[in-house]
């Protein structure tokens, strides 16, 4: 029986990341909505559940990320997170989420570090999404 | 207030017992480091039991008898410039022996004293010596500050140069599994963007050199006679293509010449980064102005726009280097974030500043002020 096509709504204001992410994840089969700001992405999720959100974490907002996640959390909490995040920012923000008490505050499933190579990406969805 | 630790190690009871006595309620004030220093006094009878305190519990400041039983004061000295090399050491020598007190400094004492001392030459030896331990450790401690912020910049600077590179290796990547063949509406905008980011990178590499060099002081400056009003003009005619792609008009206004001694190529990065912005961050259809006067000793140059404007706590950040304002109003506009840090560090080099007035969706206005040097007449 085949699959049913997975949603994955990516936000990012970086438009190239977004372009390529939204490209590659097309071709491995799943329906992408892109949201170039985190005020885009809280209006995507308005209208629809997507199967999963990768966030980045600093948009207009320096924890845009933060934010979009509890917000997908508190509306689809079955719907897993990934997290991606500029190590060194303008204000320096890091996300670790090695301690429990780092995961419990930061509700995502998986922070992964820019540059995020796509091979590293789909791994993470696979293993979230159990496909 | 700060308090350093004092050892001494003298054979005579007499002698630690004194100096406790007078360096107790003593406190040296140092009003230019906005401190004073009060000691607490530990003593030791001799060479051996003084090591061991050190060694334990390493004092700032050594008061060192020259002869002791045992451990040799010169040998204890010796020691302690190798293996503790942050104490201050002040060698007491018995005789007013200028060889001792020469042998003794050349071996790492700060200082000496000459037996026998007054109350009040006690003090002052402390006071000294107090005064230059606070003094190193504030340089120190600069040292560190100055390390830390390099490095914070070279991180950040790492991470802007990897970004470029990141979005290009993943259009290539795109292009070499084929998600993009030649002909699709992708394949232009791959490319595009592409030569874009690799555009901004060479930008940033370039700005960079600048501040380098600014900061450095290196490089040939070449003083010579400039109208400011012609270096306006021209800055202005190099943005005029690109302004004229978004409707944007730009005019100089005020003083048509206004002489200056400078160095040509500065005059024209500080107007080309003001102008750049101005056109950069406008709306559609929007205005640039130039205006220039002299005011005094002084040119004012003042660069206006019709464009998003900025939020008090944003104007507060611009100048820092890598301090790009991140809003949905200035997304996909690219710039290296090092600009106004150029336009500040250069205006300084004219005796001069930088102002900003802004207002969000109304505009801005940089005011630059500089110094027009033995230039002052018009002619």
Redesign the interface.
């Known amino acids: 029986m085949a699959e049913e096509q997975k949603t994955i709504l990516v936000a990012d204001?970086?438009?190239?990341?977004r372009?390529?992410l939204s490209?590659?994840l097309g071709?491995a089969g799943f329906r992408v909505l892109a949201a170039?700001?985190e005020?885009e992405a809280v209006a995507l999720l308005e209208s629809s559940r997507p199967d999963m959100a990768i966030l980045d974490v600093?948009?207009?907002n320096m924890d845009s990320g933060l934010i979009l996640s509890h917000k997908v959390k508190r509306r689809y909490p079955d719907v897993p997170v990934i997290l991606v995040t500029?190590?060194?920012?303008?204000t320096?923000v890091y996300i670790d989420l090695s301690t429990r008490d780092e995961r419990s505050w930061v509700q995502a499933d998986a922070v992964l570090d820019?540059?995020v190579r796509?091979e590293q990406l789909q791994r993470e969805i696979k293993r979230l999404l159990k496909v | 207030m700060e308090t350093f630790r004092v050892l001494v190690i003298d054979d005579e009871p007499g002698m630690r017992l004194g100096a406790e006595r007078v360096l107790r309620s003593y406190v040296v004030p140092l009003p230019d480091q906005e401190t004073e220093v009060a000691f607490v006094l530990s003593a030791a009878g001799s060479g051996e039991e003084g090591l061991e305190m050190i060694r334990s519990t390493p004092p700032d400041i050594l008061l060192l008898d020259h002869k002791l039983p045992g451990i040799q004061g010169l040998d204890l000295l010796d020691i302690v410039a190798r293996d503790h090399r942050d104490i201050l050491t002040v060698m007491i020598t018995a005789y007013a022996s200028i060889e001792t007190a020469i042998s003794a400094t050349k071996r790492g004492a700060f200082d000496f004293l000459a037996k026998p001392f007054t109350p009040d030459e006690l003090r002052a030896v402390l006071h000294k010596t107090a005064k230059h331990l606070v003094l190193q450790r504030r340089a120190a401690q600069l040292a560190r500050e100055k390390r830390q912020v390099r490095f914070?910049f070279i991180?950040?600077l790492?991470?802007e140069l990897?970004?470029p590179?990141?979005?290009v290796?993943?259009?290539v990547?795109?292009l070499q599994?084929g998600?993009?063949p030649p002909g699709s509406p992708?394949y232009d905008?791959?490319v595009d963007?592409s030569l874009e980011?690799l555009d901004g990178m060479r930008k940033l590499i370039l700005d960079l050199l600048d501040l380098t060099r600014i900061e450095s002081g290196q490089g040939r400056r070449e003083m010579v006679a400039v109208d400011l009003g012609e270096s306006a003009r021209r800055a202005v005619e190099g943005m005029q293509a690109v302004a004229a792609q978004r409707g944007i008009s730009i005019s100089v206004e005020g003083d048509p010449s206004l002489p200056m001694t400078a160095d040509p190529s500065e005059i024209d990065m500080i107007l080309n980064n003001l102008v750049t912005n101005a056109v950069k961050y406008n709306r559609e259809g929007g205005e640039v102005t130039v205006r220039l006067r002299a005011e005094g000793s002084k040119a004012v140059l003042a660069v206006s726009d019709t464009g998003i404007g900025m939020a008090p706590e944003e104007v507060g950040r611009l100048f820092g280097e890598?301090?790009?304002i991140?809003?949905?109003k200035t997304?996909?506009i690219a710039g290296s974030g090092l600009g106004l840090s150029i336009v500040k560090k250069l205006s300084a080099l004219y005796g001069g500043d930088v102002k900003v007035e802004s207002s969000p969706n109304v505009g801005t206005t940089f005011t630059v002020t500089l110094e027009r040097g033995n230039e002052e007449s018009t002619p």
Do not use: W
């Not at chain 1, 204001?13 to 990341?17: A, G, K, V």
């Open positions: 204001d970086d438009e190239d990341f372009t390529q490209l590659e071709a170039g700001s005020k600093m948009m207009e500029n190590v060194v920012g303008d320096g820019k540059p796509f | 914070q991180s950040v790492a991470h990897k970004a590179l990141a979005a290796e993943g259009y990547r795109l599994k998600l993009i992708g905008q791959a963007r980011r890598f301090a790009r991140k809003n949905d997304r996909g």
